[in-house]
């Protein structure tokens, strides 16, 4: 990989036509094809290990790990490398929640993906079906937006369907009204209570 400043950083910029402008950030200069599986991290919480192929070619999203909450429209813009708890500390401030699972150290992509149950799911449903968009790289190499109105079909699929259909580049969720301060814990009445309480 090459960066302005590198050594054979000119001539890989070089093209016939020297009126062209245009300025890459980065040139990439593959030396062979190595027909590599590609597998993606997101937090690595697959219990069948599936973020790693045998000899393939891993890409990590850890690093992607920002998260930008837009309060007045109800919205978080989350990276795929993000853990759940990197989404709570940022939306909780606001007030504001999404369904996510019960351990804060599990992958949001991952998560998602498959599905993803926890907290808050018995009140607001899934994180899949929190799930607002998704820009997801495909495997012709092109940038899609996957909602409810584009791309539909690709949208059902990535929520539930798992890792298979591309690379997420970044998922929307919708917030709802949680906390900061919540009421949880365990609550029991004697058993000769039962009829009034199960009423309840
Ligand atoms: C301790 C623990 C607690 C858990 N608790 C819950 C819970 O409360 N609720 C719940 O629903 N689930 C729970 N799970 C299950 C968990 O949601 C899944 O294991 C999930 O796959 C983890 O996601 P990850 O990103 O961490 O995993 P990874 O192993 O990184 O990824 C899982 C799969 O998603 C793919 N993938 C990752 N990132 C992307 C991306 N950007 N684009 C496309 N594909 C991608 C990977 O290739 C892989 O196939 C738990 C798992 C563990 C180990």
């Not at 093209?15 to 937090?43: C, E, F, R």
């Not at 219990?47 to 007045?72: C, F, H, K």
């Not at 926890?118 to 994180?127: I, V």
Request: proline share 4%; with cysteine; glycine share 14%.
């Amino acid at each position: 990989m090459l960066t302005a400043g590198d050594e054979g950083w000119d001539e890989a910029v070089l093209v016939w036509n020297a009126m062209v402008a245009a300025k890459p950030s980065l040139v990439v200069q593959p030396a062979s094809d190595h027909g590599l599986l590609l597998s993606i991290k997101g937090g690595g919480n697959n219990i069948a290990g599936t973020a790693l192929a045998d000899r393939g070619l891993t890409l990590d999203m850890s690093r992607m790990r920002e998260v930008t909450v837009d309060p007045a429209a109800r919205l978080a813009h989350v990276g795929p490398g993000c853990l759940l708890q990197d989404i709570d500390r940022a939306t909780q401030p606001y007030g504001l929640a999404t369904v996510l699972g019960f351990v804060s150290e599990t992958g949001v992509a991952g998560l998602t993906l498959g599905g993803g149950f926890g907290y808050l799911t018995r009140r607001f449903g899934w994180a899949a079906d929190n799930l607002e968009e998704a820009e997801i790289v495909t495997a012709d190499g092109r940038t899609r937006i996957a909602s409810r109105a584009e791309n539909p079909e690709l949208f059902w699929a990535i929520r539930g369907g798992g890792g298979n259909f591309g690379v997420v580049t970044r998922f929307t969720f919708r917030l709802h009204e949680v906390g900061p301060v919540i009421t949880g814990g365990l609550a029991a009445w004697s058993a000769d209570r039962a009829d009034d309480v199960l009423a309840t």
